[in-house]
């Protein structure tokens, strides 16, 4: 028996409780004491110095090997010119064995508002294949060495979209040994503690790729200090049940991204003459969708634009809206949604599992969205008040390597929203991440609550995100998983 001590438990309503210690037998969550906690001389004692503890914060979309495989890349974030970017890459070309992958570019901080020419790559990395990619995923750049490597491309442009982009990041993640492809769930898994969480949804392959990555990581999960909830990227149905997987889906393409000027609208871009891009007819995801739920699967699509939405939404509509909510087949990223359609979510029973991190680092007048959207569709996106005012259960993520993998990010993102209407509460926003992430994996009733008889997975902070918070300045103290301490800071 364990007993955790000296801190502030978070229940469903808060802190404001007369909970002065937790026991944990088993792994599970024993009895919340209120004082006499003399009266157990056996337990293990651990002391928690006054912090705050919350049920494990879960994440609800990752892309955990692609993030785990970038922590050991170049990351291009902080980079406001060329320059710094050709600085970071000569130095990666110097210590790298034969490839790199440089992730998080954004070219609208760039000051020259371009991507590198493959010309200017091949001259600061000569000696290894380089990919740099897009902070969306939507599309990337290859040195010449690289676009030797890679096959099948179609298009002579520099910058790489749609199957050619697909293309070269499968390159890229290819041939990857069960070790590699381990270490890499390894380094999400650490990242994932670090930033305050005891699980995490994962996006395992793609619909292109076999299942090796899927049956690795539950063959060793029990070797992760971190639960990922696995789902096998694939439209192959027969595929999914083989596995014994109890979805299917993720980020499978219904439109591509607004960064790339892919996202399906039913209106013109504002920076740009087109509407986008469905990836797939309505019929092929009429069946695709119908076959998934006829199998009792829950389903996952990536949709973004207003017309990629519907398009789901509309194949999901076609279906027993309590049967949706039943499986919690799930609308992921669901950033644009004029009221009309985000009346006929709530009518389908599908669940928004949405991206706080996006507003924060997108939203606004001047923001992005803006520039891409205009200011009054921007303030259409990403809209936690009015699905929660719906009625509409939403769940929350950082879609990781896309945002970062940080509880205290995304809490302040979606309590402080650049649209008042859109802000949640503290204990909404907590609520997301905990009680709403476990009921998307059908696991409500076994974690996501400190109460007795739950799972003994914790996260504890040095920061009462009830209260206005520095979500910079916000650390992890502690990470318990089934009651044993799985991370501690350093
Ligand atoms: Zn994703
Ligand atoms: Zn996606």
Not at 354 to 380: C, I, K, T
Not at 398 to 426: G, V
Request: charged share 20%; net charge negative; hydrophobic share 40%.
């Amino acid at each position: 028996m364990k007993l955790l001590r000296n801190a502030h438990f978070y229940l469903s309503n808060g802190f404001e409780n007369p909970v002065t210690a937790l026991l944990i037998d088993q792994g599970r969550i024993a009895s919340l004491l209120e004082g006499k906690e003399d009266t157990l001389p056996d337990a293990e004692r651990v002391d928690l110095h006054g912090a705050w503890v919350y049920p494990g914060f879960i994440d609800a979309h990752t892309h955990s090997f692609s993030g785990g495989l970038y922590q050991n890349g170049v990351d291009l974030s902080a980079c406001t010119c060329l320059d710094e970017v050709f600085t970071l890459l000569s130095e990666a070309d110097k210590s790298a064995r034969d490839r790199i992958f440089a992730w998080r570019f954004a070219e609208e901080n760039i000051r020259e508002k371009r991507f590198p020419t493959v010309n200017e790559l091949d001259r600061v990395c000569p000696r290894n294949q380089l990919l740099l990619r897009r902070i969306d995923g939507h599309s990337c750049v290859l040195n010449s060495y690289a676009r030797r490597v890679v096959r099948g491309l179609q298009s002579v442009e520099e910058v790489l979209t749609g199957v050619d982009n697909d293309l070269a990041v499968n390159w890229l993640q290819e041939n990857c040994t069960a070790r590699t492809i381990l270490n890499a769930y390894h380094a999400a898994a650490k990242t994932a503690l670090k930033g305050g969480f005891t699980r995490v949804h994962t996006m395992v392959g793609d619909a292109q790729q076999d299942n090796q990555h899927f049956r690795l990581v539950r063959q060793y999960s029990y070797k992760f200090p971190i639960s990922f909830e696995l789902y096998p990227q694939s439209f192959n149905i027969p595929d999914a049940l083989a596995l014994q997987a109890r979805r299917i889906g993720g980020c499978i393409l219904a439109d591509g991204s607004l960064g790339s000027h892919t996202a399906a609208l039913s209106s013109p871009y504002q920076d740009s003459p087109g509407v986008g891009n469905l990836y797939q007819s309505d019929s092929f995801w009429n069946e695709f969708i119908a076959g998934a739920h006829a199998n009792q699967l829950q389903v996952g699509v990536h949709c973004i634009g207003d017309a990629a939405i519907d398009q789901i939404n509309n194949a999901y509509l076609r279906l027993d809206p309590q049967e949706v909510r039943t499986l919690r087949h799930q609308l992921i990223h669901c950033e644009l949604t004029p009221d009309p359609l985000l009346e006929r979510i709530a009518a389908s029973g599908a669940t928004p599992v949405m991206q706080p991190n996006f507003d924060l680092l997108w939203g606004g007048d001047s923001g992005f969205y803006a520039h891409r959207l205009g200011v009054e569709r921007s303030r259409q996106m990403n809209r936690w008040g009015s699905f929660t005012r719906a009625g509409v259960r939403v769940c929350g993520s950082s879609d990781w390597y896309i945002t970062e993998l940080n509880i205290a990010m995304s809490l302040h993102a979606a309590i402080n929203h650049h649209n008042p209407d859109e802000r949640l509460t503290p204990a909404e926003a907590i609520r997301v991440y905990t009680e709403n992430n476990a009921w998307l994996a059908r696991a409500e009733d076994r974690y996501g609550r400190i109460a007795p008889g739950f799972e003994a997975d914790l996260s504890v902070m040095d920061t009462d995100f009830t209260q206005s918070f520095d979500y910079i300045q916000a650390r992890t103290t502690a990470v318990f998983r089934s009651g044993e301490q799985v991370y501690a800071s350093t």
